[in-house]
């Protein structure tokens, strides 16, 4: 019959008029800056970079001294949009395990150029470079605000388990295996080299 | 007591007008008292005007599940006088290549002839600005008036969008006129007179609690129906928004508007809004009068204002309900069945009008007018299968 559909439209759009008013169902807008949902664990915005806290290296502030980035530019040449730009340093500091590593003197993104594609994340080694949750960045500075230095990227290990607790525990835990596992590959080559000594000493002697 | 109270109630806004104008000297009554009617209805409807936008975009959000304006004011109700102040102080571009005149002058000659319309319109019992004999002639004279101010605005702006958005309004339009005055004749010819207060009058009577409203007769629903449908296509509202679509034509015949002269194309299309409500709800839904007998005690202005406003909300209601139609199916749809079908319900008037009164006219003309929906639907909305296109040449 003609102007049934109609009929049967007009019954619908009434139901989602007067339902707005009782079912939260057919009011599904959320009063954003009053208002704000949790994002999802998994939700990413712009990359930042991992430090661990605790970390002393004479003069250096905690953020550089426990930066992970080893400035190996894995990232910066992978980035699809080339918003990344890095700097390395010539002289080396210590990294979680004690190893000597160079460190990014400059880190730069350009979030105005970032596409949120997480491809430095995937192929970075180290675990350094991580996706921010943070998506309120809108300055009056398009250029200069927009370019973020490696002290606005540097973000603690704790405010890592804080955004994406899951992902950061499961590093976390591979971290300190891997620490463990330094630690006693140390120790016996150590040993190794102590017991070496120690036959070399006898040797000697006889 | 209670009678004296309602009845002065009712006639408030006469008594208010007779009142100020016996300030002035005898001579100058008359037309000061004209003038103070003219000045009301030309404030309150822009006003209506005001709070319709902010109600309609409301009830569109509610109708997308979503809220709606709500930031300016409480729950957002200031948002019109924001709008208004932003069209008024925004740059008033004229195209270098427009014909300035004629683009100047467009906007005020809708304006203008929208608001003539309200002239006629009564609006309460005794509360009509010139009570006319032929008022339903002068209203449409009026109505057809506004078509030639979109074609002047979509032709002098000299630009093809405004241009093929005021061919298509004039096409629309003219389609839609012829069934909007059949569907009004039908009640002409019950009621013998093209006067709207005569009109009111005659459906202001009751059996037993329920009023001689012609939209509750067999012909004046159907008429009602046509003239609906009419009436959405007149406004350009949607689902007949063809002139303004804009995903079709950027805005249609006001593209080249900006500021305060888009804010009148704007106002005059709810002016037409709010006079062709007036206009079906005086010829099919009792005009003032009370929907039932024993709610006569209710100011008729009232009754009016809510009938309008209820029409207002249908075609709000309408808007957030159906997509746009083309232009094949709005012309199909105008010539092939609602003109037809309004011409029918013209003879079933005329033939509930020689039944004379009793049941047997309910039940012949009411079978009449759906077989004739049922017929018609059928035979002239027929959807038409087309064979997979084949190209010669190309194969």
Known sequence: MLGEGILKGMAETARNFFGSFVSKERLTTVQYPEVRETLAENARVFPFLVYDEGMKDGERPEWQAGLRCTSCQICEKECPPKCIFIEKSKDKKPDAFGKMQFYPVRFDIDISVCMSCQICVEVCPFDSIKMDKQFELATDDRFGGLLYDVEALARSNSYYNDIHPTEAAAIDKQRAETKVMLAAKAKAASEAAAAKAAAAAAGEGA | ?395
């Open chain 2, 1 to 395: 007591m209670f009678d004296t109270l309602a009845r002065n109630f009712d006639q408030i806004f006469i008594l208010l007008r007779d009142w100020l104008v016996s300030f002035l000297p005898a001579g100058m009554r008359p037309v000061a008292g004209i003038v103070l009617s003219v000045a009301t209805i030309v404030a309150l409807f822009p006003g209506l005007f005001a709070l319709t936008t902010i109600f309609e975009r409301k009830g569109l959000g509610r109708i997308q599940n979503r809220i709606g304006p709500n930031r300016v004011g409480p729950f957002g109700l200031l948002q019109p006088v924001a709008d208004g102040i932003k069209s008024l102080t925004k740059e008033d571009i004229v195209p270098v290549s427009a014909n300035a005149a004629i683009h100047f002058l467009a906007p005020l000659v809708l304006v203008v002839a929208v608001f003539m319309g309200f002239a006629v319109l009564p609006m309460g019992r005794n509360m009509v600005l010139v009570d006319m004999d032929c008022a339903l002639l002068f209203y449409f004279a009026m109505g057809a008036s506004t078509e030639l101010a979109v074609f002047m605005a979509g032709w002098s702006s000299r630009n093809k969008y405004s241009l093929l958005g005021a061919m298509r309004a004039v096409a629309q339009m003219i389609s839609y006129e012829v069934v909007l005055l059949l569907s009004s004749v039908a009640v002409v010819m019950i009621t013998g007179s093209l006067s709207l207060t005569k009109i009111v009058a005659a459906q202001d009577q009751y059996t037993g609690i329920f009023p001689h409203w012609y939209i509750f007769t067999p012909w004046g629903l159907a008429g009602f129906v046509m003239y609906a449908i009419a009436a959405t296509a007149e406004t350009n509202r949607s689902p007949f928004d063809l002139p303004e679509g804009e995903s079709e034509l950027v805005a249609g015949y006001h593209t080249e508007y900006s500021g305060f002269k888009f804010a009148l194309f704007f106002l005059g299309e709810y002016l037409a809004m709010f006079s062709i409500s007036g206009l079906g709800s005086t010829l099919f839904l009792g005009g003032w009068s009370a929907p039932f007998s024993f709610l006569q005690w209710v100011p008729s202005w009232i009754w009016f204002f809510s009938k309008l406003m209820l029409s207002i909300f249908v075609f709000i209601w309408m808007r957030g309900t159906l997509p746009r139609l083309r232009q094949d199916q709005l012309m199909n749809f105008a010539w092939k069945f609602v003109l037809p079908f309004t011409i029918f319900n013209l003879m079933v008037t005329a033939l509930w009008r020689f039944m004379g009164e009793g049941w047997l006219r309910w039940v012949v003309c009411s079978a009449l007018l759906a077989a004739a929906y049922g017929i018609m639907a059928r035979v002239s909305m027929r959807r038409e299968h087309f064979e997979p296109r084949s190209y010669r040449y190309a194969e």
